[in-house]
């Protein structure tokens, strides 16, 4: 099977844009930082059945790492993610380098997220967000997709990007793919590879406190609460950073007496790894 046509270059995804769109063929785009698992690659699944035409990029972006965070060791594995993604319905790969991106070094142009940002992965990482918007911004300038698929693990990240797309009333529609969990229960992501045996047992407490929450949903927001804090109180292998009950709508804490759909959001450090979860809640 040949494998998709890989860019390094903004011109050169910009023309293999331009050949499909002459083509009459739609775009949907999904960007990464690499690093591929099954997650990302649900998310290409999805996006083939979205557009005609489906790029990736893979770009690990160095304005949303912060001091003492793992830029260096990020994994970067493009020749086994191409190799991945030959096996899906993929055109382009786009694999620019900080030099192709940030021609004149750290962009002094930045999107500002708004206060949102400075809650849950904004308190414990400042400017992250503001780093992750300018990337999406540029990639959908850059590629000009009709679609663009984000996944619903970076809650707070997909919250984040739908604004952004709709206060600056970019031209593109954010669709959203559900979290791809292991067998165990937990989720995907390019930084389990950090975790040993016993840490990834450990690991699996952020779904179990997800799923206290849920199962407390009834009692309310309070009790939903309690009882993910209390299941992660038990497990000496995590250090918990939160555990919150969000309002979908504006990604703000809910107060005890909310009641309809919400959102729990978890993050904890495993050993030296920094995991994130949510799952979607009823409470009554």
Same mark, same amino acid.
């Given at each position: 099977?040949?494998?998709?046509? *890989?860019?390094?270059? &903004?011109? =050169?995804?910009?023309?293999?844009?331009?050949?499909?769109?002459?083509?009459?063929?739609?775009?949907?785009?999904?960007?990464?930082?690499?690093?591929?698992?099954?997650?990302?690659?649900?998310?290409?699944?999805?996006?083939?059945? *979205?557009?005609?035409?489906?790029?990736?990029?893979?770009?690990?972006?160095?304005? !949303?790492? $912060? @001091? =003492?965070?793992?830029?260096? %060791?990020?994994? %970067?594995?493009? @020749?086994?993610?191409?190799?991945?993604?030959?096996?899906?319905?993929?055109?382009?790969?786009?694999?620019?380098?900080?030099?192709?991106?940030?021609?004149?070094?750290?962009?002094?142009? %930045? &999107? #500002?997220?708004?206060?949102?940002?400075?809650?849950? @992965?904004?308190?414990?990482?400042?400017?992250?967000?503001?780093?992750?918007?300018?990337?999406?911004?540029?990639?959908?300038?850059?590629? !000009?997709?009709?679609?663009?698929?984000?996944?619903?693990?970076?809650? !707070? !990240? *997909?919250?984040?990007?739908?604004?952004?797309?709709?206060?600056?009333?970019?031209?593109? /529609? &954010?669709?959203? +793919?559900?979290?791809?969990?292991? #067998?165990?229960?937990?989720?995907?992501?390019?930084?389990?590879?950090?975790?040993?045996?016993?840490? +990834?047992?450990?690991?699996?407490?952020?779904?179990?406190?997800? +799923?206290?929450?849920?199962?407390?949903?009834? %009692?309310?927001?309070?009790?939903?609460?309690?009882?993910?804090? @209390?299941?992660?109180? /038990?497990?000496?292998? #995590?250090?918990?950073?939160?555990?919150?009950?969000?309002?979908?709508?504006?990604? *703000?804490?809910?107060?005890? $007496?909310?009641?309809? =759909?919400?959102? +729990?959001?978890?993050?904890?450090?495993? =050993?030296?790894?920094?995991?994130?979860?949510?799952?979607?809640?009823?409470?009554?």
């Amino acid at each position: 099977m040949s494998g998709p046509r *890989l860019e390094h270059t &903004i011109d =050169g995804v910009r023309e293999e844009v331009a050949l499909a769109r002459s083509a009459g063929r739609t775009v949907a785009l999904v960007p990464t930082m690499g690093a591929l698992h099954a997650g990302h690659l649900s998310l290409v699944e999805r996006a083939s059945g *979205l557009a005609d035409l489906v790029v990736v990029s893979i770009f690990v972006n160095p304005l !949303q790492f $912060g @001091e =003492g965070e793992d830029f260096d %060791r990020y994994p %970067r594995t493009l @020749e086994a993610d191409v190799a991945a993604l030959a096996r899906h319905p993929v055109s382009v790969v786009f694999a620019p380098d900080a030099a192709e991106m940030y021609p004149g070094g750290a962009s002094q142009t %930045r &999107i #500002a997220a708004g206060p949102v940002a400075a809650l849950f @992965e904004g308190a414990v990482r400042p400017g992250h967000f503001d780093g992750m918007l300018t990337v999406v911004a540029k990639l959908l300038n850059i590629v !000009q997709p009709d679609v663009a698929v984000f996944g619903q693990k970076d809650a !707070q !990240q *997909l919250f984040l990007v739908r604004q952004m797309v709709a206060e600056l009333n970019l031209p593109v /529609r &954010i669709d959203a +793919a559900p979290i791809v969990r292991e #067998a165990d229960g937990l989720a995907l992501s390019s930084r389990n590879r950090y975790l040993s045996g016993d840490e +990834a047992r450990a690991a699996l407490v952020l779904s179990r406190a997800l +799923a206290a929450a849920a199962g407390a949903g009834a %009692r309310g927001a309070d009790a939903a609460r309690a009882a993910a804090h @209390e299941v992660i109180a /038990r497990e000496p292998g #995590a250090e918990l950073d939160y555990a919150e009950l969000v309002d979908p709508a504006t990604f *703000l804490p809910v107060d005890g $007496g909310f009641a309809g =759909g919400a959102l +729990a959001v978890i993050a904890a450090r495993v =050993g030296a790894t920094r995991l994130i979860d949510n799952r979607a809640v009823s409470l009554h």
